[in-house]
């Protein structure tokens, strides 16, 4: 099974910005929801809990939440899938749907911190970037030196 990506360079800056929330839940539905009514006219900000911080519920059940940013030279892409198959070895196609740059992340009761699996997977943008930059031999040599010293003085 292969998935097929439908959107070309054209399509991606045509796209609209989509006001996109990460929420810990399942939600059985593939349709439109008034989010802006029924979900973010309910959102507050939780100052008790941090700066930034935001709080709601679904269906009872209380969120806390942030506001995430894609990481930088990232850019966030909504994709959905065209025909639904029963069939796992038939291709998949996924077509644009829209944009974002920014997200709401929600948890269940817990503040979010680094510590959670979704952000930890944002993280590795950074760290991937960072383990494949370029080093010289220069810096090399100048964090050698570094580590020379900092060992003499814990000696």
């Known amino acids: 099974m292969s998935i097929v990506l439908d959107f070309n360079g054209?399509?991606?800056?045509?796209?609209?910005t989509m006001d996109l929330h990460y929420l810990p839940a399942k939600i059985d539905g593939d349709g439109e929801a008034n989010v802006e009514q029924y979900f973010n006219n309910y959102t507050r900000e939780a100052t008790e809990c941090g700066n930034g911080i935001l709080t709601n519920s679904l269906r009872g059940y209380p969120l806390v939440g942030e506001q995430l940013?894609?990481?930088?030279?990232?850019?966030?892409?909504?994709?959905?899938?065209?025909?639904?198959?029963?069939?796992?070895s038939i291709d998949r196609q996924l077509r644009l749907t829209g944009v974002f740059e920014e997200f709401t992340y929600w948890n269940y009761d817990k503040v979010?911190?680094?510590g959670d699996a979704y952000r930890q997977a944002l993280l590795?943008?950074?760290?991937?970037?960072?383990?494949?930059q370029h080093?010289?031999?220069?810096?090399l040599e100048a964090e050698i030196a570094r580590n020379k010293e900092n060992t003499k003085e814990h000696a």
């Open 10 to 16: 054209k399509n991606l800056a045509k796209s609209k």
């Open 135 to 139: 080093i010289s031999e220069q810096d």
């Open 124 to 132: 590795m943008a950074d760290v991937g970037q960072a383990l494949t």
């Open 69 to 88: 940013k894609v990481p930088e030279q990232y850019r966030g892409l909504v994709l959905q899938e065209t025909e639904k198959s029963i069939n796992k």
């Open 112 to 114: 979010p911190s680094n």
